[in-house]
C-alpha cells in the first residue's frame, strides 16, 4: 500500500517557522517528482514547492519564495518543508505529493500523482 504521511503542522505566531515532513512508503519513488501543496479554507489547492529526484533543481510559487525550503533524502524516503517567517496568509493544510512528471508539470493540477492526507498549518497575527 502506497502512503504519503505528513507531519510537523500546528499553531504557531506570524514570524515563526515550522518543518513540515513527509514520509512515503509501499513504492520506489525514484526519478518521482515530489513537493507540497496546500489548501485554504475556501480556496482551490495551490502549489507550494517541488523538488526534483536528485534534489538539483526546485520550484516554488512566488508568495512563498525566500521563505520556504524544500529538501529531499531519498534515502529515508522523505521530503522536508522548511517554512520561515510564516504569515497568516500561510495557514492551510498542507499536502505532500508524488507525481511521474516533470518539474514544470508538477503544478498543473491535471496531473495525476500519489497524496497524503495533509497536515494543518495555522498562523495567528
Known amino acids: 500500500q502506497v502512503q504519503l504521511v505528513e507531519s510537523g503542522g500546528g499553531l504557531v505566531q506570524a514570524g515563526d517557522s515550522l518543518r513540515l515532513s513527509c514520509t512515503t512508503s509501499?513504492?520506489?519513488?525514484?526519478?518521482?517528482?515530489m513537493g507540497w501543496f496546500r489548501q485554504a479554507p475556501g480556496e482551490e489547492r495551490e502549489f507550494v514547492a517541488a523538488?526534483?529526484?536528485?534534489?538539483?533543481?526546485?520550484r516554488y510559487v512566488d508568495s512563498v519564495k525566500g521563505r520556504f525550503t524544500i529538501s529531499r533524502d531519498n534515502a529515508k524516503n522523505t521530503i522536508d518543508l522548511q517554512m520561515n517567517n510564516l504569515n497568516p496568509e500561510d495557514t492551510a493544510v498542507y499536502y505532500c505529493?508524488?507525481?511521474?512528471?516533470?518539474?514544470?508539470?508538477?503544478?498543473?493540477?491535471?496531473?495525476?500523482?500519489?497524496w497524503g492526507r495533509g497536515t494543518q498549518v495555522n498562523v495567528s497575527s
Open positions: 505529493a508524488a507525481k511521474a512528471t516533470t518539474l514544470e508539470m508538477f503544478s498543473k493540477s491535471r496531473v495525476s500523482g500519489y
Open positions: 509501499g513504492r520506489n519513488f525514484n526519478h518521482y517528482i
Open positions: 523538488i526534483t529526484w536528485s534534489g538539483a533543481d526546485t
